[in-house]
């Protein structure tokens, strides 16, 4: 195998917002990252199924809930699909050098990777700094029975929510356990992934959303 560098390559965020109803200035984030690790040689294809094809499909439903008039926050919900995660959180470093909103009016950052599985629930990183608002999704969790058990950690530099977190914007990592063990191989294709967890990350991504003052 023969490896080659390549200077100045060119990768790039995406962004997209639905404007708030009556606080368009204030914004709550839900971010993923799609990109993953491509190739190696000609055949070995990396699918990166659950890393992150999963958050981005959880992301997109989420853009999808709220882009609907009925579904209107009060606040603007943003959007931020990020290049380079893998390649060291490049397009969230990006991002929070160069924001697109100011990063004192973010009011919290959820972000998705690894949201394939489910079995076992999941874990937020993060949970364990933001105790109040972790209090308050297992609350959410317990009322609705969303996902088996919900689990904290402390910070970890282990995806793009830890740029804005360390920027000093409020902001969670979400990703449920269980299931498929692929990671980073060319086992993470589709066929592997149960999505046990997928509709109770929706309900209660949605809803503490909805609690932090997207509704209208
Ligand atoms: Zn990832």
């Keep these: 195998m023969d490896a080659e560098l390549k200077r100045n390559y060119q990768t790039q965020n995406l962004a997209a917002i639905v404007r708030g109803r009556t606080q368009p200035d204030s914004f709550l984030v839900v971010s993923a990252?799609?990109?993953?690790?491509?190739?190696?040689?000609?055949?070995?294809?990396?699918?990166g199924a659950n890393d992150n094809a999963s958050g981005v499909a959880?992301?997109?439903e989420l853009a999808s809930h709220y882009a609907r008039p009925e579904n209107q926050p009060a606040c603007s919900v943003v959007f931020l699909l990020f290049g380079a995660e893998e390649a060291g959180l490049v397009g969230s470093r990006y991002f929070v050098a160069h924001p697109l909103v100011p990063l004192p009016r973010i009011k919290f950052l959820v972000n998705l990777d690894l949201l394939g599985t489910g079995e076992e629930g999941a874990t937020v990183v993060n949970g364990k700094v933001y105790?109040?608002?972790?209090q308050r999704l297992m609350a959410l969790n317990d009322a609705h029975h969303y996902l088996p058990r919900l689990t904290?950690?402390?910070?970890?530099?282990?995806?793009d929510h830890f740029p804005f977190s360390e920027a000093g914007v409020p902001a969670f990592f979400l990703y449920t356990r269980g299931g498929s063990q692929a990671y980073h191989d060319v086992h993470d294709v589709p066929?592997?992934?149960s999505l046990a967890g997928f509709a109770g990350a929706f309900g209660l991504v949605?809803?503490?959303?909805?609690?932090?003052?997207?509704?209208?």
């Design 33 to 47: 990252h799609y990109d993953h690790l491509g190739m190696m040689g000609s055949k070995t294809y990396f699918s």
């Design 206 to 216: 949605r809803d503490f959303l909805d609690d932090l003052g997207a509704r209208p």
């Design 131 to 134: 105790e109040h608002a972790y």
């Design 191 to 193: 066929a592997a992934l």
């Design 152 to 159: 904290a950690r402390g910070r970890a530099a282990n995806s």
């Design 58 to 60: 959880l992301l997109l």
